[in-house]
């Protein structure tokens, strides 16, 4: 019993920096119907930016991650800018490409400017371990899962709360009426950038800190898992990629306790199988109509 | 306060709106009627900034603004209430209404502008918490229009405001028309059902394949012997 609890308390740590990934995903999608296949590389800048920050300018774990959160911001608006916006009026698979190819150009020039070699995190937090009922947790995760849960709260309130919010849902139901509603709709977008990149790079700080290791290919794997998540969820849904990530974090988890280690990756794609084989539309997902 | 010349709007080889001109003066209610498929939405969405005419003039208030975006023009005072209601169908009614005043800073204005709404449709105002998409196809069409009046606009587009109801709110609807008008509004009026159009229309512009084959005051539009075998079925 203390075991499924002790890994649960690694899967839910694991599953929030998925969902916070994950969120990244579904807005992006929800929004202009793209799979931003860079964002899984803004996440890897997230954590570069932070470990400068810390290791640098010798910043405290906070003041770092919101560096970290607003350099990846201003990153993703330019990416949407340059890479996207272009071609918002052409075919979606001449949009996927050129995500594919952004993402490359991020992790190829991160390679060139940090070499490959793993770094480990500057040590912000000395590690504390807490006992309870036999359970050990530790300052680390009880940092992840605080983080998490309070940007997740702060990203519920813009988007159901605040006019920008509103405006986010309305461009996502219908762009066109959105903007007889004198909304702007490029404004909105980069916005919607911005908020997930910003969550992204939160994920990347907080990994770094967790496994103590990162490395400019380290975007890859958490990213497709990311975007697993937010498909099991229901892609666009927001709620969907907190449960998501959730899920597959307490899934991997337990692959890797019941089974081999080198299951751990084959877990994800597993799921996405099955999502897309028995409930297409995700867990909270609805089956709607493709927007003409 | 709009002049339309000579509007050429393509769909790609399609020759949608072939040199359609007309203009709607202050506080008047102008209708645009003709069959499905005639323009009438082309030429509103092209107004609205939403389509891009090939060549031709818009001029509202004096200025140009056939190239001007949307969303600037909707600011402007110029609001296109779109056919088919296209209400946030996941939002509630108020969240809705919200969103018609985006652009609004004006606390106070916007409070009258909703109590106003509310007093025109009680209907909305009894179901301000209920998400539109489960109100009736009446009430849709109501929240459309409320939506656009929150707005505040100097002028309003109408797009088949009718269209899918029943003889009864038809009538309540063009009943709301009037009113607005009478507050001040000017009101661009599109629609199929001509002869609810021509009852409360100023002056009328008949549109055939795109282009405007009649004009003039709705009452001699109407009493037009071919406007009446086409369109009023008389
Ligand atoms: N998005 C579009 N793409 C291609 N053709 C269109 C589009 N919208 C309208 N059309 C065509 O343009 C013409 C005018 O349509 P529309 O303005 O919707 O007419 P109305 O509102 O009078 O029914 C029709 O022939 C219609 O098929
Ligand atoms: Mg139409």
């Not at chain 1, 509103?166 to 509603?181: G, K, S």
């Not at chain 1, 937010?230 to 990530?245: D, R």
């Not at chain 2, 709007?9 to 399609?14: A, K, N, Q, T």
């Not at chain 2, 909703?114 to 929240?143: D, I, K």
């Amino acid at each position: 019993m203390q075991e499924v609890i002790q890994q649960l308390v690694n899967g839910i740590s694991l599953g929030s920096i998925y969902g916070l990934i994950a969120l990244g995903y579904t807005m992006v999608y929800g929004i202009i119907r793209l799979i931003n296949f860079a964002h899984g590389d803004i996440y890897m800048i997230g954590a570069f930016v932070g470990y400068f920050a810390i290791r640098n300018f010798n910043l405290s774990f906070l003041p770092a991650l919101l560096v970290a959160m607003a350099v990846c911001a201003a990153l993703g608006t330019a990416i949407e800018r340059l890479a996207y916006r272009p071609l918002r009026n052409s075919t979606r698979i001449a949009a996927l490409i050129t995500a594919i190819g952004v993402s490359f150009l991020i992790q190829n020039a991160a390679l060139l400017a940090w070499t490959p070699d793993p770094r480990s995190y500057p040590d912000v937090f000395p590690l504390r371990t807490y006992e309870i009922g036999g359970v050990f947790v530790d300052n680390r995760q009880i940092t992840i899962l605080s983080v998490a849960v309070a940007l997740m709260v702060v990203l519920h309130y813009i988007v159901n709360f605040t006019q920008i919010g509103r405006a986010m849902r309305a461009v996502a139901i219908d762009a066109d009426t959105a903007r007889l509603m004198g909304i702007d709709v490029d404004r909105v977008i980069s916005f919607t950038f911005a908020l997930g990149s910003a969550l992204a790079a939160a994920a990347g700080v907080l990994v770094g800190i967790y496994y103590n290791r990162i490395e400019p290919t380290m975007g890859a794997m958490p990213g497709l898992k990311a975007f697993v998540a937010a498909v099991l969820g229901g892609i666009g849904v927001i709620p969907g990629a907190m449960l998501g990530g959730l899920v597959m974090g307490v899934a991997e988890v337990a692959v890797v306790a019941l089974t081999a280690s080198t299951w751990k990756d084959a877990v994800a794609f597993a799921i996405l199988i099955v999502i897309l084989l028995v409930k297409p539309a995700g867990l909270l997902g609805r089956q709607v109509r493709e927007k003409v | 306060m709009l002049t339309v010349e000579n509007l050429n709007v393509y769909y790609g080889g399609i020759h949608a709106l072939k040199g359609v001109s007309f203009q709607v003066r202050q506080r008047e209610i102008v209708t645009l009627i003709g069959a499905n498929g005639a323009g009438k939405t082309t030429t509103l969405k092209t107004i609205s900034g939403l389509v891009r005419a090939r060549n031709g003039k818009i001029s509202y208030q004096d200025r140009d603004i056939s190239s001007t975006p949307a969303h600037i023009i909707a600011r402007d005072g110029l609001c296109h209430v779109p056919e088919g209601r296209r209400v946030f169908a996941n939002m509630t009614v108020a969240e809705n209404l919200a969103l018609g005043a985006y652009h609004r800073r004006d606390q106070q204005g916007i409070k009258r502008d909703l109590e106003w709404v509310y007093e025109l449709f009680p209907r909305l105002a009894e179901r301000r918490q209920q998400l539109a998409g489960t109100l009736s196809g009446g009430e849709q069409q109501m929240l459309a229009i409320g939506r656009g009046l929150m707005s505040h606009p100097r002028l309003l587009l109408l797009d088949e405001p009718s269209m899918g109801l029943a003889p009864l709110l038809v009538r309540e609807i063009f009943e709301i028309v009037k009113q607005i008008n009478a507050s001040g509004m000017t009101v661009l009026l599109v629609e199929q059902n001509a002869h609810m159009a021509l009852s409360v229309a100023d002056t009328a512009y008949v549109l055939e394949t795109g282009r405007i084959v009649f004009s003039g005051p709705a009452r001699e539009v109407a009493a037009n012997k071919q406007v009446r075998e086409a369109y009023l079925g008389a």
